[in-house]
C-alpha cells in the first residue's frame, strides 16, 4: 500500500505590528517547494511592513525636529519677534520662545492682561494672538520697575553668544533669562542685567564657555 509522509512544523511568533504565523510545510508531493515559498513569501511581506511602520513613525519624529531647527535658523530672531508682537499687540513683551516652529512671545498689556502672540520665524508675520489667564501682572511690573533694558534688547545682548532660541524674564531674581543655540547645536543659559544688560553664564549653567 502506498504511503504517503506529510510533516508540518509551524512555528509562531508575535512580532511588532502585530502576532503573524509562519508556517513550513514538507510532503512527499511536488507542491513541498510551492508551499515553503508562499510560506517565506508571507513572512517577507509582513516584516516589510513592520518595517515600513517604524520608518514612518521616525520619519515624523524626523519632522518635529526639522520644524524646530528651521525655526532656529530662520530669517526672524528673537529681538525682530518680540518687536513684531508689540507692533501687532501693545504692552510690555516679558518672554519670547520657538515652540512647534514658531515664535510666542508673551505680551502683558497696558491693562495689566497677558496675551500670546504667535509669530512666524520665517516671515516675520503674527500668525495669531489669544489671551492668557494670568495673575502675576503686579510682580511683573515690579520687577521691571527702574530697569532700562527691554526683552528685546536682552535678546539682542544674548545674540552675541549664539541663535537666541528664547528669552524670558526672571521676576524673582530680577533678571533676563536667555537661551542660545551654537552652530554645532549645544545649548547655553545666559543672564541679562536689567539694569546694564551685561550678559553673563547662568549660574545654573557650565561654567565652561
Not at 502576532?19 to 515553503?36: C, F, H, I, K, M
Request: without cysteine; glycine residues 14%.
Amino acid at each position: 500500500m502506498k504511503r504517503n509522509i506529510v510533516i508540518a512544523v509551524v512555528t509562531a511568533a508575535a512580532l511588532v505590528g502585530g502576532g503573524t504565523a509562519t508556517a513550513l510545510a514538507v510532503s512527499g508531493d511536488d507542491d513541498r517547494g510551492a508551499s515553503v515559498a508562499r510560506a517565506e513569501a508571507r513572512a517577507g511581506d509582513d516584516d516589510g511592513r513592520d518595517d515600513d511602520r517604524n520608518e514612518d513613525r521616525d520619519d515624523r519624529d524626523d519632522r518635529g525636529d526639522d520644524r524646530d531647527e528651521r525655526a532656529v535658523s530662520g530669517d526672524v530672531t528673537a529681538a525682530e519677534a518680540l518687536a513684531g508682537a508689540l507692533k501687532h499687540t501693545p504692552g510690555t513683551a516679558v518672554a519670547a520662545e520657538l515652540d512647534d516652529g514658531a515664535w510666542e512671545v508673551d505680551v502683558l498689556g497696558d491693562d495689566d492682561g497677558w496675551h500670546s502672540v504667535r509669530v512666524d520665524p520665517g516671515s516675520g508675520k503674527v500668525l495669531g494672538a489669544s489671551a492668557d489667564d494670568e495673575d502675576d501682572a503686579r510682580e511683573v511690573r515690579a520687577a521691571l520697575k527702574g530697569s532700562s533694558v527691554t526683552a528685546g534688547e536682552a535678546a539682542r545682548a544674548a545674540a552675541g553668544k549664539g541663535v537666541v532660541t528664547s528669552v524670558e524674564l526672571d521676576d524673582d531674581d530680577r533678571g533676563w533669562e536667555a537661551e542660545t543655540r551654537a552652530s554645532g547645536g549645544g545649548e547655553r543659559d545666559w543672564r541679562v542685567d536689567l539694569g546694564s544688560g551685561k550678559v553673563t553664564v547662568d549660574r545654573g549653567d557650565s561654567d565652561d564657555d
